[in-house]
């Protein structure tokens, strides 16, 4: 079956540091990937997706590359801030159109 | 955007009471719902499927019985918890889809706090 794999939390990072958050993947055919944000208490927002190999997916200054070869999609983002700080999970979806999520991880920024 | 509507937001019940959560799409037709169970610092485990007009399809040990879903129209899915016991506390997350416009795409709702006492 399908799983997703990201990095264990929680990072916590000063603010204006660079962030990579890891995601692999395992899935048959070719799945859409995504990276979704949840503030607490509240539910999730997409923060970007890809739907095929090598599309980059980019949204306020996140940035993920779909990498069919090391099936991979981890999420970059050049300088964070802190309202940045909030869970982020890695997600696919695949020919059922089921989301497959990770476990997430918890992003803290200190100013 | 796509905007889901999903309340109540927080919800404290009895045990044995049940309990009904909406989730409704504001501005697209819904063909696929989706109900999630979140525990705390954990990620979202599928309950349910549901497609408009059809019954839900519930993950492996789901019981569907005591969560009952209900897609009526394409804009609107209920869940149900009957008989709640205090292990059903929970937050409760809706996902809905659009088939046809978007299929790729998927839109939360902003989640119910459910506190069974």
């Known amino acids: 079956g399908n799983s997703v794999t990201q990095m264990e939390g929680p990072v916590t990072l000063s603010e204006e540091a660079f962030l990579t958050i890891n995601c692999t993947y395992t899935a048959t055919g070719y799945p859409s990937l995504f990276w979704y944000v949840q503030y607490p208490g509240e539910g999730l927002q997409l923060l970007l997706k890809?739907?095929?190999?090598?599309d980059k997916g980019s949204n306020k200054g996140f940035e993920a590359t779909y990498r069919k070869e090391t099936t991979s999609f981890h999420l970059e983002k050049g300088s964070v801030q802190v309202s940045d700080s909030a869970v982020y999970f890695c997600?696919?979806?695949?020919?059922?159109?089921?989301?497959?999520f990770g476990k997430g991880t918890l992003l803290t920024v200190n100013p | 955007g796509a905007v889901v509507s999903q309340h109540p937001s927080w919800v404290i019940c009895k045990s044995g009471t049940s309990v009904k959560i909406e989730c409704r799409s504001l501005?697209?037709?819904?063909?696929?719902m989706f109900w999630y169970r979140q525990f705390p610092k954990q990620s979202l485990m599928l309950m349910a499927t549901?497609?408009?007009?059809?019954?839900?399809?519930?993950e492996q040990g789901v019981e569907k019985d005591k969560f009952l879903i209900n897609h009526a129209s394409l804009t609107l899915s209920t869940l149900t918890v009957t008989s709640a016991h205090p292990e059903d506390s929970s937050f409760y997350i809706c996902?809905?889809?659009?088939?046809?416009?978007?299929?790729?795409?998927?839109?939360f709702g902003s989640g119910t706090r459910l506190t069974v006492v």
């Open positions: 890809a739907t095929k190999a090598d």
């Open positions: 501005d697209f037709q819904a063909t696929t």
């Open positions: 996902s809905a889809r659009d088939g046809i416009a978007d299929p790729g795409g998927y839109t």
């Open positions: 549901s497609n408009e007009g059809s019954k839900a399809t519930y």
């Open positions: 997600a696919l979806s695949g020919s059922n159109y089921k989301l497959t």
